[in-house]
């Protein structure tokens, strides 16, 4: 079981920048993929980015590479979306997702939610023009 808690949403102009944290209950020994998901009203929720714990390789969607990074800490606990030059299309509710993953390769799983079992509750992030 992994409970992730998410934090760091809030209300910016275009151009803007917001730090979003997902705090994941994984152990020392544990790796995982984790990802960051959007969903707009009425939209398809979007994988926006996504780490593996273990190797440390990192995924993005086209709409977001150059200006959305994701990390993780040192205990590989606290996975981070630094988000800059925010525009008003990228206004949704962010969640924080994990699949607890053994193998040592990592593969781009931002394609669909269903590939993920864990889930945050969400923070909402506005962008204003």
């Known amino acids: 079981q992994v409970q992730l808690v998410e934090s760091g949403g809030g209300s910016v102009q275009t151009g803007g920048s917001l730090r979003l944290s997902c705090a994941a209950s994984?152990?020392?020994?544990?790796?995982?993929?984790v990802a960051w998901f959007r969903q707009a009203p009425g939209q398809e929720r979007e994988g926006v980015a996504q780490?593996?714990?273990?190797?440390?390789?990192?995924y993005y969607a086209d709409s977001v590479k150059g200006r959305f990074t994701i990390s993780q800490d040192n205990a590989r606990n606290t996975m981070t979306l630094q988000m800059n030059s925010l525009q008003p299309e990228d206004t949704a509710m962010y969640y924080c997702?994990?699949?607890?993953?053994?193998?040592?390769?990592?593969?781009?799983?931002?394609?669909?939610?269903?590939?993920?079992?864990?889930w945050g509750q969400g923070t909402q992030v506005t962008v204003s023009s």
């Open positions: 994984l152990s020392p020994y544990s790796t995982a993929y």
């Open positions: 997702a994990a699949k607890l993953w053994r193998a040592s390769w990592c593969s781009n799983l931002l394609g669909s939610h269903t590939n993920f079992g864990y």
């Open positions: 780490i593996c714990t273990g190797s440390g390789s990192t």
